[in-house]
């Protein structure tokens, strides 16, 4: 099984990614840590995206394409979740070229909703413990001795610096300007459905399940 999850920064499409990696065996392909791993391993894609960076340029779909193909060969366990690809009507036909050439199909295409507003809220409050990288959040999960990590009783904790509203918001308008022009063709083919992004992550995943099927 082949899907895409669709969502912007922050919305759980990695937490929702593990729990499928974990649960049916499927493979979450994110094209950025991808392009990392190719780059340090030296592979021919790799060493393609390794000059093309170098330069200072954009890496084109073509060296994406190149990369997701490569990946695909490899294996992808029980399936392929496609994070952050396809971006643009153009990696959308080069997605399905790739699949039809190795005999597969996508199944499904899911979009994380989510409330603006709410999710600048939900990531902006976010912090870890330095020590362990316990999760907390200002308004909802704060330690239960305040200053002390409940796991392992630390008392520093670290917030991401690009976790404030201003790049939020900056994000979200990328997302949508980047993701639009795919919207229409995946719901043309009666393959998007949308789950709501904002609900508890086990309603999120009960949700995606039943739109997955058995396992």
């Known amino acids: 099984m082949n899907i895409i999850l669709l969502g912007p920064p922050g ?32 592979s021919p894609v790799g060493l393609q995206a390794k000059a093309v960076m170098e330069a200072g340029e954009l890496v084109s779909d073509a060296i994406v394409s190149a990369l997701i193909g490569e990946r695909l060969d490899a294996g992808a366990g029980s399936g392929a979740i496609f994070d952050g690809y396809p971006r643009t009507a153009a990696q959308a036909e080069a997605l399905d070229l790739l699949l039809a050439e190795r005999g597969q199909t996508l199944d499904h295409v899911i979009e994380l909703e989510v409330d603006e507003d709410a999710l600048v809220e939900r990531i902006v409050g976010r912090f870890t413990c330095a020590n362990c990288g316990e999760g907390y959040h200002d308004r909802f999960k704060r330690p239960a001795v305040e200053g002390t990590c409940d796991v392992c009783g630390h008392h520093e904790f670290k917030r991401r610096p690009d976790d404030n509203e201003a790049t939020v918001r ?27 992004g904002m ?3 086990r309603h999120v995943t009960e949700s995606i399940e039943a739109i997955l099927g058995p396992a």
């Open 11 to 42: 919305a759980g499409k990695g937490t929702q990614a593990s729990r499928l990696e974990a649960d049916r065996g499927m493979v979450q392909l994110s094209t950025g840590d991808m392009l990392r791993a190719a780059v340090k391993a030296g």
């Open 199 to 201: 609900a508890d992550i």
């Open 170 to 196: 900056t994000r979200m308008t990328e997302y949508r300007a980047k993701t639009a022009p795919i919207i229409p063709i995946y719901e043309g083919r009666g393959l998007l459905r949308r789950v709501d």
